[in-house]
């Protein structure tokens, strides 16, 4: 064996026997309120898959070291796991455990935010994805039939989530891996944590960024994270971040630590009074995704909250004007944008001059972009202070193609009433 080896191999050791010390004496004199309670033969258990784990995986056991949870003695087996009659279970070294930790899990300590998660429209994106609720326009036909069912893996299904399959303990490799937000685990829970608070980490901090939303919202069609990092708020947290305290708990998480709001503190942090949630849709009054926006079911009540955040930095004047002007460009987009071009899209069906399939006509994808690109860039630029986004990402684009579906529209009916007169 050579030197480096040998010296490689006694710092593991050394590292070890203090990792052991340092998690014994927190068991032994810890007065940690947080700290979970364990039998001697659980602590041996965590013992072994830690120990183990340092040779096979150190990123795991370094990350996990730093957590919250390792200073609170939650340990490997409080989250892995498993029942043997549980499908997604199998035998490791001696031990039953699970891969997938799901929200189920995590429930058993964190009953609230899964609870709060359950009722936000992230924990429903895998069945508008396949279209197994409603239809819109179509976006799942583009999908998994135009472009190919390899595309949906690699797309849209890191996004929203898989419907995760296993047979004897092991994943399908189509559905697995994945951490899409609505992603349906083999226990039937909904969602994975770790889309916001990355394993093994679990970090706060992560999730606070306006980066850990962007991985999904960003692009063509929902560039949330591109209007906020041209909008002030984004500039500010741009300028600054490093002075930033990101660590706070919740609880006590207030304009002291941060000077301009990121994506989580206008969405789901307790500022203002405000409780902290996480239904990333309890605070919004309008749908704007959809290809025409409709308010949101008791929206007035939501909008409240909204507010409640913006005045812990705003004037009541400065919140409802900017608020007045956001309303004024949805309705415009909705009466004068959508509603006319939809109606004369509707009569190119009815005539039967476009055939029932989606996407197999040009026009299709053209008014597909119309309202889910230039349209929600436009809206959701007005929502966020991104005045780039909302003028020539948004309703300059509009403009441009409202009259160039006019013209797609005028052509089809000609070529078609010529065919009839024939
Ligand atoms: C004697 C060594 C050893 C012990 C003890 C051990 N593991 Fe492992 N574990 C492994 C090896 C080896 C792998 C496979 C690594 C790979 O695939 O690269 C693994 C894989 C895993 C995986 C991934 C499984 C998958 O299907 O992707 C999980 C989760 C896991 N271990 C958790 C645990 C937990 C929890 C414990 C304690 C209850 C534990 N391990 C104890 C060696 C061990
Ligand atoms: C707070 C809960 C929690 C704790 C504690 C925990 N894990 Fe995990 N672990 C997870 C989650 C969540 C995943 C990702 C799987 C998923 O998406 O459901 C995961 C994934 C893994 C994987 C597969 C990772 C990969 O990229 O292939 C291994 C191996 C693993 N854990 C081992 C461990 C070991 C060893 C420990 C103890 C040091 C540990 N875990 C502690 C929640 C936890
Ligand atoms: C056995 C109980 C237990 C389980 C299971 C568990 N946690 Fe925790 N979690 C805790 C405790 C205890 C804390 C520390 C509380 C504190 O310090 O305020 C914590 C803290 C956290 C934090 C805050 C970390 C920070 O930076 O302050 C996050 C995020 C978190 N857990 C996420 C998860 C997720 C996601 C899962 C499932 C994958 C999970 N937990 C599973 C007990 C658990
Ligand atoms: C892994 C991808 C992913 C990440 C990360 C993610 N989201 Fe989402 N989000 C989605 C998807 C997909 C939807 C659409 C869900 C649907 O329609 O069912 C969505 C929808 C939303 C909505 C609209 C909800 C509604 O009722 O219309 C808000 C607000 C939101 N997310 C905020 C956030 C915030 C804030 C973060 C970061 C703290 C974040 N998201 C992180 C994928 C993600
Ligand atoms: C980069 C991540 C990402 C990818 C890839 C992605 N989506 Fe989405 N999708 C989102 C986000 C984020 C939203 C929420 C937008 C919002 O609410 O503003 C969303 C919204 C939707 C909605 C609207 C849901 C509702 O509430 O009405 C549908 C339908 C949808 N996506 C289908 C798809 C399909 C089909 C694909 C693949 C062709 C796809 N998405 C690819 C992130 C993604
Ligand atoms: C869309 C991103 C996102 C997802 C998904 C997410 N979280 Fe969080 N989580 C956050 C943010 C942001 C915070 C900090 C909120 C704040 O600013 O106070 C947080 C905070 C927490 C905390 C600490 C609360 C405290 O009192 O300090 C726990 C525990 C937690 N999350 C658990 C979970 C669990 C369990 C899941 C899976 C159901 C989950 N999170 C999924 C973004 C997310
Ligand atoms: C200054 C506060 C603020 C910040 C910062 C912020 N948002 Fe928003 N967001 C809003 C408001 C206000 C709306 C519109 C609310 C309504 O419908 O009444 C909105 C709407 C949304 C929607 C809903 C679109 C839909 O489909 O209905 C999503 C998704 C979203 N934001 C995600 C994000 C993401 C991701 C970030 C960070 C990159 C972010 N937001 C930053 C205030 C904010
Ligand atoms: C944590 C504090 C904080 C919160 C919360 C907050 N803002 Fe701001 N906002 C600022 C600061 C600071 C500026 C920069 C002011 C300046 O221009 O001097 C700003 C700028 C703005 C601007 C001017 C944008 C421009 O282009 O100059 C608007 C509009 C605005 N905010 C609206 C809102 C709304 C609406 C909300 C709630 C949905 C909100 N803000 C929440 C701190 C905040």
């Known amino acids: 064996m050579n030197t480096e080896v040998k010296s490689q191999k006694i710092k593991v050791k050394i590292f070890l026997f203090c990792l052991l010390f340092s998690v014994l004496c927190h068991l032994a004199f810890s007065n940690n309120v947080f700290a979970i309670k364990k039998t001697r033969e659980e602590i041996d258990t965590a013992k072994r898959c830690v120990l183990c784990h340092t040779q096979i995986?150190?990123?795991?056991?370094?990350?996990?070291?730093?957590?919250?949870?390792?200073?609170?003695?939650?340990?490997?087996?409080?989250?892995?796991?498993?029942?043997?009659?549980?499908?997604?279970?199998?035998?490791?070294?001696?031990?039953?455990?699970?891969?997938?930790?799901?929200?189920?899990?995590?429930?058993?300590?964190?009953?609230?935010?899964?609870?709060?998660?359950?009722?936000?429209?992230?924990?429903?994106?895998?069945?508008?994805?396949?279209?197994?609720?409603?239809?819109?326009?179509?976006?799942?036909?583009?999908?998994?039939?135009?472009?190919?069912?390899?595309?949906?893996?690699?797309?849209?299904?890191?996004?929203?989530?898989?419907?995760?399959?296993?047979?004897?303990?092991?994943?399908?490799?189509?559905?697995?891996?994945?951490?899409?937000?609505?992603?349906?685990?083999?226990?039937?829970?909904?969602?994975?944590?770790?889309?916001?608070?990355?394993r093994h980490l679990f970090s706060i901090a992560e999730a606070r960024t306006p980066e850990a939303c962007g991985t999904c919202h960003m692009g063509p069609d929902h560039p949330q994270y591109e209007i906020y990092m041209e909008s002030k708020h984004g500039v500010i947290y741009s300028s600054e971040k490093q002075k930033w305290n990101m660590d706070v708990a919740s609880s006590s998480w207030d304009t002291r630590y941060f000077r301009a709001p990121t994506c989580a503190i206008c969405h789901m942090s307790g500022i203002g009074g405000l409780e902290p949630t996480h239904n990333v849709s309890d605070r919004l009054s309008w749908e704007l995704e959809w290809p025409m926006s409709e308010r949101t079911n008791d929206w007035k009540g939501k909008r409240e909250k909204m507010q409640m955040a913006c005045l812990s930095c705003h004037s009541k004047n400065w919140v409802e004007g900017y608020y007045q002007q956001f309303?004024?460009?949805?309705?415009?987009?909705?009466?004068?944008?959508?509603?006319?071009?939809?109606?004369?899209?509707?009569?190119?069906?009815?005539?039967?001059?476009?055939?029932?399939?989606?996407?197999?006509?040009?026009?299709?994808?053209?008014?597909?972009?119309?309202?889910?690109?230039?349209?929600?860039?436009?809206?959701?630029?007005?929502s966020m202070m991104g005045p780039d986004y909302t003028q020539w990402h948004g309703f300059y684009k509009l403009a441009r193609n409202r009259l160039e579906l006019k013209r797609m529209i005028k052509e089809i009916r000609e070529r078609k009433e010529a065919k009839r007169e024939e």
């Open 57 to 198: 995986s150190p990123g795991i056991i370094n990350d996990w070291e730093r957590s919250n949870h390792a200073k609170a003695l939650v340990t490997c087996i409080d989250c892995h796991q498993a029942d043997i009659t549980d499908t997604d279970a199998k035998k490791h070294e001696g031990m039953i455990i699970s891969a997938i930790v799901s929200p189920k899990d995590c429930s058993r300590c964190h009953p609230k935010q899964v609870m709060e998660f359950n009722e936000s429209l992230h924990s429903k994106a895998v069945s508008f994805v396949q279209n197994l609720e409603g239809d819109r326009a179509g976006d799942d036909t583009l999908a998994y039939k135009i472009e190919g069912k390899a595309a949906a893996v690699m797309g849209c299904e890191k996004c929203h989530g898989t419907i995760v399959k296993v047979k004897n303990g092991i994943f399908d490799k189509d559905t697995w891996p994945n951490t899409g937000i609505g992603r349906v685990n083999p226990d039937g829970s909904k969602g994975a944590c770790t889309t916001c608070h990355t």
């Open 327 to 382: 309303d004024n460009a949805i309705t415009l987009y909705n009466e004068e944008y959508y509603k006319p071009i939809k109606k004369e899209m509707d009569e190119l069906y009815k005539l039967g001059y476009l055939t029932k399939d989606k996407f197999d006509e040009e026009i299709e994808f053209k008014f597909f972009e119309y309202w889910h690109h230039e349209g929600r860039r436009a809206r959701m630029g007005a």
